[in-house]
């Protein structure tokens, strides 16, 4: 039996032993072993950049180089501090009474070189202190690989386009198992592919300016490479409690098409099988492999460009096989959604991932905002998106590993509790009604952090946090009590109103 379905099975085992709802009541709650936990990254929060031994990353040398890319100019140098402060918020996480903490282990603090050749021990140093007050604490570490601040001297041996660096990951990636494996049970290797490929390698992330259409169909198929050995190298040598579990995480906004013509449906679809698919497909699918139509519209452009290969590299029958069923779960990152609209632009020389894809993108003005351009408020699409996923790949196991939204500052929030009450409803739908497997739910983030290229103007958390004060001292909002409520008794309170919006 293949492990997802192994793993399937054990979560379904753990699922049936508990009662679903309260019975009686019209209360919406979730089966007690359902799981509740929030999430940060390392380059957001950490700070002490330079500090006790770390190397240089792509985002701090993005941030100090190209200041005007930030909209603030703001820099991770000391974000949230959380290098100093993580005791902090160990209480918080305990006050909030999650379960588990998804954080993402800093690669430049632990090989400030990228490779094994040095070994920083307060790296490790650090990490064992926070899996240890976390442990002392009754939370669950799920630790994040990869959460985009690679080595800045791997990037410049041209980062993830760069094939060879799939087998320093691997190198990297053994680091973190043999320090943290008998500690660690669940594991992501990658968070979000598609932001740090599409938008780094073939956008304004860091690194910055680098080639669409091009470069970022390389880093995925780098990262692809990557996430299967290390997978493979899990299972084969890391994996020894049934509990140990890894998966990688994957963002997809619902696409939803902008009219009812089928050609709005096919570039629903198709950009679907871009923005998503290109990840997942050849990890969870029966045929492995990239999505068909990527490969069928990159190689058809490719050759119209007069490029003599495509533009979308192939993976060895044996990658194919080693990509396939590569993953004990899917980590799923959904904030938002979109309107797909067909559109036929000319020709152009220059090679584009949007060109490849031929869609227009868009928002319905009435949807909810948030402080963030691309994040409007649409419950209903997380419901779509995990069915689609069900549908797409058999109903493999899903673990929400981000949702969330950006307020303005203050600690009175209702707009957010809105949002999370708003998500949670509609996943305790595709749950309950749609049967979609979803074994936890993370919300994004516990503080208040470096927003990559939006520096600090955009708030995701639960906590606020006074960039002013030198202990970047954390205050509880309003949506932390209520997302405590939701986490300690894992049912919805009836009227949301009962947190006095
Ligand atoms: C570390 O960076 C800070 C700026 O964030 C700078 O003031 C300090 O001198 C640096 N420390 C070292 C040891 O380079
Ligand atoms: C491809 O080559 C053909 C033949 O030389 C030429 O007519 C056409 O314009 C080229 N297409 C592009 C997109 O450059
Ligand atoms: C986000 O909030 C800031 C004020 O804190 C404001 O200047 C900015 O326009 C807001 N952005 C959006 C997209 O609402």
Not at 156 to 166: F, K
Not at 266 to 272: K, L, M, Q, S, Y
Not at 428 to 437: E, F, I, R
Not at 469 to 493: D, F, I, W
Request: aromatic content about 14%; hydrophobic content about 35%.
């Amino acid at each position: 039996m293949d492990r997802p379905w192994t793993v399937a099975l054990m979560f379904t085992l753990l699922w049936m032993q508990v009662n679903c709802t309260t019975g009686t009541t019209s209360k919406l709650c979730f089966p007690s072993s359902f799981m509740f936990g929030v999430a940060t990254a390392s380059y957001q929060i950490e700070g002490a950049w330079n500090v006790s031994g770390k190397g240089e990353n792509i985002w701090d040398r993005y941030t100090h180089t190209r200041p005007e890319r930030i909209f603030d100019h703001g820099t991770g140098d000391v974000a949230a501090d959380s290098y100093h402060q993580f005791r902090q918020d160990v209480r918080l996480l305990k006050e909030l009474g999650v379960r588990f903490y998804r954080f993402s282990m800093s690669w430049s603090r632990i090989l400030p070189t990228g490779l094994t050749n040095e070994v920083n021990p307060d790296g490790i140093r650090y990490y064992k202190e926070l899996i240890e007050e976390l442990h002392k604490n009754g939370i669950e570490p799920l630790v994040t690989m990869y959460h985009w601040d690679l080595p800045q001297s791997l990037q410049d041996l041209g980062g993830w386009t760069n094939p060879v660096i799939a087998d320093y990951f691997v190198d990297y990636a053994k680091v973190l198992l043999d320090n943290f494996g008998d500690r660690v049970k669940f594991w992501l290797t990658f968070n979000e592919p598609l932001s740090f490929c599409h938008d780094g390698y073939g956008g304004s992330d860091a690194p910055g300016d680098r080639a669409t259409g091009m470069e970022d169909y390389l880093c995925g198929h780098t990262v692809l490479r990557a996430h299967a050995a290390v997978y493979r190298m899990f299972q084969r040598d890391y994996n020894h409690r049934i509990t140990d579990l890894m998966g990688i995480t994957l963002d997809m906004a619902w696409i939803e098409p902008a009219s009812t013509s089928a050609e709005d449906k096919e570039a629903a679809e198709i950009t679907r099988q871009f923005f998503f698919g290109w990840f997942p497909h050849p990890i969870f699918s029966k045929q492995g492999d990239y999505p068909p139509v990527m490969r069928k519209r990159i190689d058809e452009m490719s050759k119209r460009q007069n490029f003599t290969r495509s533009r979308l590299p192939h993976f060895t029958k044996e990658e194919v096989k080693m990509l396939r069923g590569a993953c004990d779960f899917l980590g799923l990152n959904h904030y938002t959604t979109y309107l797909a609209k067909r559109v036929q632009r000319p020709l152009s020389p220059i090679p584009s991932f949007d060109d490849d894809m031929g869609v227009q993108l868009s928002q319905k003005a009435d949807w909810p905002k948030s402080n963030s351009t691309w994040l409007k408020v649409v419950p209903w699409g997380l419901r779509k998106t995990l069915n689609w996923i069900k549908g797409t790949y058999g109903n493999p196991p899903v673990f929400i590993t981000e949702n969330g939204i950006s307020l303005e500052p203050g600690l009175r929030d209702p707009r957010r509790i809105n949002y999370i009450d708003g998500y949670l409803r509609a996943l305790h739908a595709a749950l309950t009604k749609d049967k979609c497997n979803v074994y936890g739910y993370t919300y994004w983030s516990l503080i208040d952090n470096f927003e990559w290229t939006r520096g600090y103007s955009e708030r995701f958390g639960l906590y606020e946090v006074d960039y002013s004060s030198k202990q970047r001292v954390r205050t509880a909002r309003q949506s932390a009590e209520y997302y405590s409520s939701v986490a300690t008794t894992k049912c919805l309170p009836d009227k949301v109103s009962g947190y006095k919006l």
